[in-house]
């Protein structure tokens, strides 16, 4: 089973830049889809990107076009570029796993229970 650590958290004011970094540990092997979830107070969980090897990676609307996920394959670290950040960004930012293939082959977006690794959770806040 893999972990994932999540980390790079941080304050910046409203237009700078901020990359995430998750670090998997452990068998990988046959997880199919990892992401980027954020979650507001008050708020449920929200799908922020999805990198699925099924297919192309997916972006929630409020951030298309201005976060980035990709992976390092040799550093077994995920990462979320995001730029332009918007007050509205602020949230605490989580690195997710799942064993489950997604979108591209069952034809939906996989639920947030499918996420079976989570990391700790890593807090971005944007000021305006």
């Known amino acids: 089973q893999v972990q994932v650590a999540d980390s790079g958290g941080d304050s910046v004011q409203a237009g700078g830049s901020l990359r995430l970094s998750c670090v998997a540990s452990?068998?990988?092997?046959?997880?199919?889809?990892m992401a980027w979830f954020r979650q507001q107070p008050g708020k449920e969980r929200e799908e922020v990107a999805v990198l699925d090897m099924d297919g192309p990676s997916r972006y929630g609307e409020s951030v298309k076009g201005r976060f980035s996920i990709s992976k390092d394959r040799a550093k077994r670290t995920l990462y979320l570029e995001m730029n332009n950040l918007k007050p509205e960004d602020t949230a605490m930012y989580y690195c997710?796993?799942?064993?489950?293939?997604?979108?591209?082959?069952?034809?939906?977006?996989?639920?947030?229970?499918?996420?079976?690794?989570w990391g700790q959770g890593t807090q971005v806040t944007v000021s305006s």
């Open positions: 997710a796993a799942s064993p489950a293939r997604g979108i591209w082959y069952r034809g939906r977006a996989l639920a947030v229970g499918e996420y079976n690794n």
């Open positions: 452990g068998d990988s092997y046959g997880y199919y889809c």
